[in-house]
Nanobody, 126 residues
Framework: VQLQASGGGLVQAGESLRLSCAAS????????MGWFRRAPGKEREFVAV????????VSADSVKGRFTISRDNAKNTVYLQMNSLKPEDTAVYYC????????????????????WGQGTLVTVSS
């Protein structure tokens, strides 16, 4: 099983980035997919989650209206489009996979996820 996150980098405030997470080794379409982040000195926090079909999404209040999660089951990939980035968005971003028997509300916490990627660093300068 592998979740390979990519797309991080250094940007200025107000700019955009798109993160990708390519999955392999499991049946991607049977899993809900989430993004979390961990800022320096802080705990890992929920960003967004998307259901296996792509029909349902839950996002953290801190990113609503700026970040959009999506997925392409044909490519076994989940995305996080990040617009209007702020310095407080600086963090390592992780993708994770959870079986579909959880509600999306349950998937706002880390404990329900079965697989985790290695993370990609996003740095937003002011």
């Amino acid at each position: 099983v592998q979740l390979q996150a990519s797309g991080g980098g250094l940007v200025q405030a107000g700019e955009s980035l798109r993160l990708s997470c390519a999955a392999s080794g499991f049946t991607f379409g049977n899993y809900d997919m989430g993004w979390f982040r961990r800022a320096p000195g802080k705990e890992r926090e929920f960003v967004a989650v998307i259901s296996w079909s792509g029909d349902n999404i839950v996002s953290a209040d801190s990113v609503k209206g700026r970040f959009t999660i999506s997925r392409d089951n044909a490519k076994n990939t989940v995305y996080l489009q990040m617009n209007s980035l702020k310095p407080e968005d600086t963090a390592v971003y992780y993708c994770a996979a959870a079986r579909t028997w959880h509600t999306l509300a349950e998937l706002t916490t880390t404990s329900r996820y079965k697989y985790w990627g290695q993370g990609t660093l996003v740095t937003v300068s002011s």
